[in-house]
């Protein structure tokens, strides 16, 4: 694989050969209204996306609180689940998504969830009833959480267009239709 640099309209864009169809960085903003939308994830349509390295995922568990807030992983992956805290947790998912309960467990223990399915998981503590997390397990190795501006970035994906999702926690997950090719920005906005 080599890196192509692309001029187009005035923006330097880093772009790669693959299996000789060139690849770019969608990059997008999250909205609602006017206001950016931090831990939205946003992800595309895309089952022929290449396997990726495998990387550790985590869920820690923190001054009673989940970090991250929202997750976005691959169906098939594994997240581990640690408690950092100084006192016990019981992590559980019942309502939607991959359902299960880790039981208690103490400081320096880390337990691990395969999402095999896709789909949203709420995350709750038994003890806690203030610690929430999101994880949104999606069937396509092109997706990403926006960040504390609303950014997001979905790293080398092929040219071509796509139907892509968004979803927000506490919102309604909105479709569309999204190209990548040279300088494309996707806006998602929830009114």
């Known amino acids: 694989m080599r890196p192509l640099m692309v001029a187009v309209g005035g923006v330097l864009l880093l772009a790669t050969a693959v299996r000789g169809l060139a690849t770019f960085d969608l990059q997008g903003t999250a909205r609602v209204g006017e206001r950016p939308e931090p831990n939205a994830v946003v992800w595309l349509e895309a089952s022929t996306a290449p396997a ?17 807030h929202v997750l976005a992983i691959r169906v098939g992956t594994t997240v581990q689940f640690p408690n950092r805290d100084r006192v016990f947790h019981n992590v559980f998912s019942f309502r939607d998504g991959k359902r299960f309960d880790l039981g208690m467990y103490p400081v320096g223990t880390v ?11 709420r995350i709750f503590c038994n003890i806690h009833p203030n610690m929430a997390a999101y994880v949104m397990a999606v069937d396509s190795g092109y997706f990403a959480v926006s960040d504390s501006s609303g950014r997001f970035l979905i790293e080398a994906v092929p040219s071509g267009t796509y139907v892509y999702h968004a979803w927000r926690p506490g919102g309604t997950t909105l479709s569309g239709s999204a190209t990548v090719e040279g300088d494309k920005f996707l806006e998602i906005r929830w009114q």
């Open 52 to 68: 990726r390295e495998a990387r550790r995922v985590v869920l820690d568990q923190r001054n009673l609180a989940f970090s991250p």
């Open 111 to 121: 337990k691990n969830v395969t999402f095999g399915q896709p789909g949203l998981s």
